[in-house]
């Protein structure tokens, strides 16, 4: 009874306009007050909830994509893509989700992405003769693709909190991320077909040659960030603080666009989606001992075993709870609340983590386009100046390509566990 009238003040406080980690604490706060605990051993659940090695990793990993975007790399990436995949039918759609395939080797966020990039994209395709409901959709479609490439902040905390290893989680969520940025490049080419959108003029050798090697220093990201882990250089941890003297670096030697505003300003921004973040995880660490407290998860677990009977149905079943949380909550939220509860009951059916934890990433970043909540659609609708209510309509049928490839995942294991599985031989 006390769980739920915890759940229930907390919702409240998120409808008035409370943000969401401060509602937590305070819904917590009064739980630990009420039980006679304390508000000192609830100030100790905090700091014991942020204090994790692995979680520096977050505003590492957001200062390196603040760094990357400052330095005039994102107009590299799209001429690169724009070289390669231009001439294909719907030319500027296949560059938008091409272009969100290499910056995401970079970022690690899908809202980095959509806001990052964004911009250019939309403007690009407006004045190719483009409607802005296809640009705004495949856009915002397209920065889904960010947290399942190699850095990914969501992979680092699912890690976190899991305890799972975050260098598996980074290369079992290389497949599903290309297989995603290939089914949104054929609802490309399908829709673009049949509206007769326009193409450019297939580069030359050369040209694409000049572009490749003006983006490379930032294409090699993420290799440099997977090859260090694997090989044993430096922990994932560490490889978010060497993203960021990578990113610094390369402006230095090749671009030279960064200036110290520039820098100044991704740090600022870092340190505000940081604070956000920590806030959110120390009020997750008190809500998740009232949890454990109340035998939340022994209850969630016996709800699951009585629905489920197989792998296949637990996954079915978890995967339309998340669907519909998603639509109405934050997915950081959905991840750090609920996650760390079905992860137990997951490995207790068999389902190998990594492979439950590409499940659950590729299905958050499908709610984040979902209505009324999509947070991606937030971003684009204002960096691309599109009504959000046109958006909300028109990302609907751009849905399907990322579900079809979360029905992949789900039957066949071995595309998120297969590159982990051969770098351990």
Known sequence: MILAVVGILWLLFVLIGVPIGVAMIFVSMGYFYYTGMGISFAMQRMVDGLNSFPLLAVPLFILAAGVLNSAGITNHLFGFARSLVGHITGGLGHVNVLASLFFSGMSGSALADAGGLGKMEIEAMREAGYD?????????????????????????????????????LFLGGIIPGVLCAVALMVMVWFIARK?????????????IGTLFIKSLPALLTPLVIV??????????????????????????????????????????????TSAS???????????????SREQAPQ???????????????????????????????EALVILLVVVPILVPVAMGFGIDPVHFGIITVLNLMISIL???????????????GIPYQRLARAILPWLIPPFVVLILVCAFPILSTGLPSLMER
């Open 132 to 168: 802005d409901d296809f640009s705004g959709a495949v856009t915002a479609a397209s920065s889904m693709i960010g947290p399942l490439v190699p850095p990914s902040i969501t992979m680092v905390l699912y890690g976190v909190i899991a305890n799972v290893s975050i260098g598996k």
């Open 195 to 207: 509206r007769g959108y326009p193409r450019d003029v297939r580069s030359t050798p050369a040209q």
């Open 227 to 272: 090859g260090g882990i694997f090989s044993g250089l430096f922990s994932p941890t560490e490889a978010a603080a060497i993203t960021v003297l990578y990113a610094i670096l390369i402006d230095l030697v090749f671009y030279r666009e960064l200036t110290f505003r520039k820098l100044w300003d991704s740090i600022y921004e870092t340190t505000v």
């Open 277 to 291: 973040i920590a806030t959110i995880v120390a009020g997750v660490a008190l809500l998740s001992f009232i949890m």
């Open 299 to 329: 209850q969630i677990a016996s709800f699951f075993l009585s629905i489920a009977d197989s792998p296949i149905t637990f996954l079915i079943a978890v995967n339309v709870m998340i669907f519909f949380l998603g639509c109405f909550i």
């Open 370 to 384: 979902t209505p009324p909540m999509g947070m991606a659609l937030f971003v684009v609708a204002q960096v691309g």
